[in-house]
T-cell receptor, first 112, second 114 residues
């Protein structure tokens, strides 16, 4: 099945640093979602984007829906230890009947 | 509490046994989904349901059966468990946020098939 491209697989940053992640595809998406998964838990929705060019913030998190509709970006500012986890992007393609396509996720580690 | 719940949270079974994983949501969401999560593969869709009595296959449906007699419940059955079905299983449902669908996940069931 089609996957969204997220890389690298892992990222290591120092507490207080900003970090950016992107998610790309060769196909157009109508909706982009960013989830975070803590160990032993299900993915939790962080930000949802519904229009091309949209820029949305949720606290220290900012995400953008790419103009081409084929990519999205997530930025975390002033990272803290609890930002550790796996960050997934997900997109909904036109006519997908609520089904999502997921990236494989980026594991973020934050050094105190 | 409102939301989406899964049971059991952990399950160990043996090859060849039948296992049913339960999913319950209190939002009356129409769409429900079952995913499995494995290292290197991310989240893969097993089955989904658009409404009660309407189900459809996802990316990896082989070896699984679903039913949806009530809107709020979406059980997943492994008819004869195999070791390759050892995984973490997530249920999800889709609800509207500002008029657009957004998917919410349950806490997961960690299944081990010996």
């Amino acid at each position: 099945g089609q996957q969204l491209n997220q890389s690298p697989q892992s990222m290591f940053i120092q507490e207080g640093e900003d970090v950016s992640m992107n998610c790309t595809s060769s196909s157009i998406f109508n909706t982009w979602l960013w989830y975070k998964q803590d160990p032993g838990e299900g993915p939790v929705l962080l930000i949802a984007l519904y229009k091309a060019g949209e820029l949305t913030s949720n606290g220290r998190l900012t995400a953008q829906f790419g103009i081409t509709r084929k990519d999205s970006f997530l930025n975390i500012s002033a990272s803290i230890p609890s930002d550790v986890g796996i960050y997934f992007c997900a997109g909904q393609r036109p006519g997908a009947n609520s089904k999502l396509t997921f990236g494989k996720g980026i594991t973020l580690s934050v050094r105190p | 509490d409102a939301g989406i719940t899964q049971s059991p949270r952990y399950k160990i079974t043996e090859t060849g046994r039948q296992v049913t994983l339960m999913c319950h949501q209190t939002w009356s969401h129409s769409y429900m989904f079952w995913y499995r999560q494995d290292l290197g593969h991310g989240l893969r869709l097993i089955y989904y349901s658009a409404a009660a009595d309407i189900t459809d296959k996802g990316e990896v449906p082989d070896g699984y059966v679903v039913s949806r007699s009530k809107t709020e419940n979406f059980p997943l059955t492994l008819e004869s468990a195999t070791r390759s079905q050892t995984s973490v299983y997530f249920c999800a449902s889709t609800g509207q946020v500002w008029g657009t669908d957004t998917q919410y996940f349950g806490p997961g069931t960690r299944l081990t098939v010996l």
